[in-house]
């Protein structure tokens, strides 16, 4: 049977990130043909292009990882109505050197977690133009901008509110139908 | 006479970077009442909330600077269809902790250089995006768009092409009138 | 004292529409010396530039009426994650003929209703592209994704609810202005 | 021998518009087995929710050739750094009325022809915004900005620059690739 490993983006570095929570939540609920890794991407340099040719060790790894990996999952906050500076940087340090881009042909879902109900549209807006570039392919329906309230994962980890559980195993189904068509 | 401080932010941390010599042919074409400061932020961290409330010393300098400017010049090339994730994450440190967004009101300006014909038009408007809700009041027209081959700057450090400086200097006029108009 | 005749751009045609209610509810708030006119986009052809130089009155109408005006107040739905067709129709016609872009120069402020949380956000930052392009100063904060539900207005067809009375009002004092400011 | 119907959506009603040619110097470059027809939607009424369940004749045809079609291909210019409203009024009526969607699942590609050098980046950002909440799964790589000059097209109605029909024949193998694998 087919293996299938997900690299996972998480665009906050706070220790009780709610997109951290959001990610672990989603997991639970992916087939048993998925695994998923969150990658570190707060140990990262900021991106210069004069370092293209001697990546640190975190950058080489970040991209081993991505090379290893059948799909994609970001889980990322808005920040100032785009994606956080720290999610960016990895984008473009995973996209470089120029013609060595690991991201392309990574089939991709996108999430988002807020507090507020304005959530992460815009941020999630501005996230698929760049995978479009990076030329990866990313899910479209169902959108996911999730409330996190307290409460979010229960005492077992698991995602508490049934409704939200329920539209997270669709998005999950899809998800994962949408990486086995294009990891081919 | 009132004097205008302005802030230069460039996007790219490379030394020989084409945006810092648009930024710096752009900075000669300046009123006398104006002068320029390129921050700093290539030692910024990664951003994380966690650390909200004990800022690096970059960080504090990074929003002091931008507390005393009358106005903000943005000089981005564009990565991977938006702004450089460096660009982006001291935009993120500047707008925070909740409540002390630094850039607020500023009026700015908005200008890249590129190597190729295709330009800088999607960045600068995730740019825009951004700035937007920062509060950050920025000049619409003229765009610019700037190509840049070797020999931009001649020996004395102007811009070389006729047509390139005298596009810019009108650039620069319209972005003077309007630090004027908003900075009271 | 000076007058401020607003043209108000109302992004959907239906009969009913939301933001038409939030459109009379905001008009209420404002300063004496405003008035206002919701200019009428739904006559309008569909925009081909072969008749660029053979408007119809329905197109001569609208670009007076941009010109008359002192400031621009935008009340669209989100309809597919961006503004309306028939808004986006009513932007293109007042931009032309090339070189006779009647919307330059005049302040902007963007709003929108909507029913559902997620709201008009992603809509509004194309608005904001497009406008920035057509050279219209456009207000940034506060941003209003103003959620209807009935009731919206009472009786009398003042906004119902106080808070949202209160932060409306907040808006249209900033946006009044910044309407003074930049209509000189 | 399976079948690829694409319906083409040309984003400008010009008689004489360069991305109509664009168009057609790209069908000529498709595989055997696709056939295009390009959707009139210059007669389209401008969208109102309240005809949502009395459609138009335009409308009807538009929405059964939208569904008899296994793909899609956009070919648009930019108006005022979007897509015109004539398109986005095209796309709101395929997209309606509330959960008939006929864009959904439709694998597309979008390609912009301009005259100029800055081209049409913004535009098609935008429509992917646009196509990804109407889940219609969209090409990535390669973008395409094409330049138009006069002689485009050559007396057999072919492209007629090398280089350019070059890379529009790896930009159509890409397409038809696309296609195939989600028409499924």
Redesign the interface.
């Known amino acids: 049977m087919p293996h299938y490993q997900i690299a996972v983006i998480i665009g906050?570095?706070?220790?009780d990130s709610i997109n951290r929570q959001l990610a672990n939540g989603l997991i639970q609920l992916a087939p048993a043909e998925f695994s998923f890794k969150v990658l570190e991407i707060?140990d990262?340099p900021?991106?210069?292009?004069?370092c293209d040719e001697h990546p640190t060790a975190s950058v080489t790894r970040l991209k081993n990882e991505i090379a290893a990996a059948s799909g994609l999952l970001f889980v990322t906050p808005e920040?100032?109505?785009?994606?956080?500076?720290?999610?960016?940087?990895?984008?473009?340090h995973g996209?470089r050197p120029h013609g060595r881009n690991s991201w392309?042909g990574k089939p991709a879902g996108v999430v988002g977690a807020s507090l507020g109900?304005?959530?992460t549209?815009?941020a999630q807006?501005?996230l698929?133009?760049?995978?479009?570039?990076?030329?990866?392919?990313?899910l479209?329906?169902p959108?996911a901008?999730i409330?996190i309230r307290d409460g979010f994962l229960n005492d077992a980890g698991a995602i508490a509110n049934d409704n939200t559980r329920l539209f997270l195993q669709g998005w999950m189904d899809r998800f994962a139908a949408w990486v086995k068509?294009?990891a081919g």
């Not at 900021?46 to 004069?50: A, H, K, V």
């Not at 100032?80 to 960016?88: A, E, T, Y």
């Open positions: 906050s570095l706070r220790r707060g990262l900021l991106f210069n292009q004069d920040y100032n109505r785009s994606i956080p500076g720290v999610l960016k940087n990895a984008l473009d996209s392309a109900t304005i959530g549209a815009v807006q501005h698929r133009t760049i995978l479009a570039y990076l030329d990866v392919p990313t479209g329906q959108e901008f409330q068509l294009h």
